[in-house]
């Protein structure tokens, strides 16, 4: 088990759904990530928010949208997803880094999605 | 573009030896490496993490620096087939403390009983 909590663990979805992805942390870290990540690949970073704030938008296309309601909270809204979308999407969240050193990422358990 | 290269693998020792994961990366200026392990289907987990150059040992794991050489690797002894598993090499870019990591490939590990 982790201290990231993602809901749900697995998602079937059509291509004319709307879903989102839930991740919750209670570690008080103020850095929260999304990445998605397919079979036999690393982790790839989508957004960052630090602080509450959109940090980082890695040219996600709009389809994907992330919000952050509180520090413990971060959302992933889809909508019109496609099938190349299916994927493990993982939360993940730091305290703040140093100017130096990035603080550990600390992974949740990452929900399954599947677009039909 | 910043890299992080891992071999795929799979590398495959025997239970109880020294399984040896070899990481390099392009950046100069890199300051953060992290090495997780991910089992099929399951989400990373961090292992070790280390700032500076030389060994951080912590249990039968070891991290080992050398920033002049641009290499991080990571050392499993008495390695056990729980072990097996991909393991991740993180970096992160341009040494500032909140940039984005840079993940490698992934190297997979197969620990034979």
Redesign the interface.
């Known amino acids: 088990d ?1 201290e990231v909590t993602q809901t749900p663990k697995h998602l079937v979805m059509g291509m004319t759904n709307k879903k989102s992805l839930k991740c919750e942390q209670h570690m008080g870290h103020r ?1 929260m990530y999304w990445y998605k990540q397919k079979a036999k ?3 790839e ?1 989508m957004f ?1 928010y ?1 602080y509450e704030k959109l ?2 938008n ?1 040219s996600v296309p709009s389809r994907f949208s992330p919000e952050c309601p509180n520090s413990s909270l971060l959302n992933l809204h889809l909508h019109a997803l496609q099938p190349e979308d299916s994927a ?1 999407y ?1 939360c993940a969240s730091s305290q ?15 929900t ?1 999605l599947t677009v039909t | 573009q910043k890299e992080v290269e891992q071999n795929s693998g799979p590398l495959s020792v025997p239970e109880g030896a020294i399984a040896s994961l070899n990481c390099t990366y392009s950046d100069r200026g890199s ?2 490496f ?1 090495w ?1 392990r991910q089992y099929s ?6 292992i070790m ?1 280390i ?1 500076s150059n030389g060994d951080k040992e912590d249990g039968r794991f070891t991290a080992q620096l050398n920033k002049a050489s641009q290499y991080v690797s990571l050392l499993i002894r008495d390695s056990q087939p729980s072990d097996s598993a991909t393991y ?1 090499c ?1 970096v ?1 870019e341009k ?7 840079v ?4 190297t997979r590990l197969s620990v034979i009983a």
Not at chain 1, 96 to 110: C, E, I, K, Q
Not at chain 2, 103 to 106: A, D, P, R, T, W
């Open positions: 982790t850095a690949k690393p982790p970073l960052v630090s940090s980082i890695e493990l993982l703040s880094g140093t100017r130096r050193n990035n603080s550990p990422l600390h992974f949740g358990n990452g399954r | 300051q953060s992290f997780y289907g399951k989400s990373p987990e961090l993490f700032y991740l993180a992160n040494g500032s403390g909140n940039t984005p990591l993940f490698g490939k992934g």
